[in-house]
């Protein structure tokens, strides 16, 4: 299995611009979560799905920040308009029913200027 | 609330000494529990993790994790370092719903 699939690797983006990262599971995966990581405020939980369906977006900083998961293979984290203090590196992890652990991708690293 | 404490932000050690990482949780359930490891500039992988029976969990590049109900503690160690284990280490319980809480993180800094 390829594991999980970020995309883009960097973003570089200008104050006001809309972000998409994008995301695939592990096959066969039925939890999907993002995360956010940042010097000041370490690994934070943003949302995750379970079966496509968003279970818990307490951590979704605000109205900007937007997720979706289309399909079982597939999910976007939307930023818009993107700010400053949203740089970070950004994270998706899947699960499955059989154990807990969580499988992460590589990673995002957003600036914005 | 389930919540995780990992004591140190920063630890150091030198090449060859034993490391120690220490992880506290609380929790009202029967917890997993779960240690994993980010090298520079990549995502977390995982260690090692204890569900149930033995209490004693080996992982991956040496490193060994005792579940200790009674101290609702879960410490890393590994008996000698080398400057490749050089990382950021997070301890995690998942209590169920298959969300794990974080801990801080821990880096660990090997000494030549």
């Known amino acids: 299995d390829a594991g999980v699939i970020q995309s883009p690797r960097h973003e570089v983006t200008e104050m006001g611009q809309e972000v998409t990262l994008r995301c695939k599971p592990i096959?066969?995966?039925?939890?999907l979560f993002w995360y956010r990581q940042t010097m000041m405020r370490g690994l934070e939980l943003l949302i995750y799905f379970n079966n496509n369906v968003p279970i818990d977006d307490s951590g979704m900083p605000e109205d900007r920040f937007s997720a979706k998961m289309p399909n079982a293979s597939f999910s976007t984290l939307k930023i818009q308009p993107s700010e400053p203090r949203d740089s970070a590196v950004y994270f998706c992890?899947?699960?499955?029913?059989?154990?807990?652990?969580?499988?992460f991708g590589p990673g995002t690293r957003l600036t914005v200027t | 609330a389930q919540s995780v404490t990992q004591l140190g932000s920063h630890v150091s050690v030198s090449e060859g000494a034993l490391v120690l990482l220490r992880c506290n949780y609380s929790?009202?359930?029967?917890?997993?529990l779960f240690w994993y490891v980010q090298y520079p500039n990549q995502g977390l992988q995982l260690l090692l993790k204890y569900t149930t029976g033995a209490t004693l969990v080996k992982g991956i590049n040496g490193f060994e994790a005792e579940f200790k109900k009674s101290e609702t503690s879960f410490h890393l160690t590994k008996p000698s370092a080398h400057m490749s284990d050089a990382a950021e280490y997070f301890c995690?319980?998942?209590?169920?719903?298959?969300?794990?809480?974080w801990g801080a993180g821990t880096k660990l800094i090997i000494k030549p």
């Open positions: 995690a319980v998942s209590v169920g719903n298959y969300q794990l809480i």
């Open positions: 992890a899947s699960s499955n029913l059989k154990n807990h652990e969580q499988y």
């Open positions: 096959s066969g995966h039925d939890y």
């Open positions: 929790s009202s359930v029967p917890p997993y």
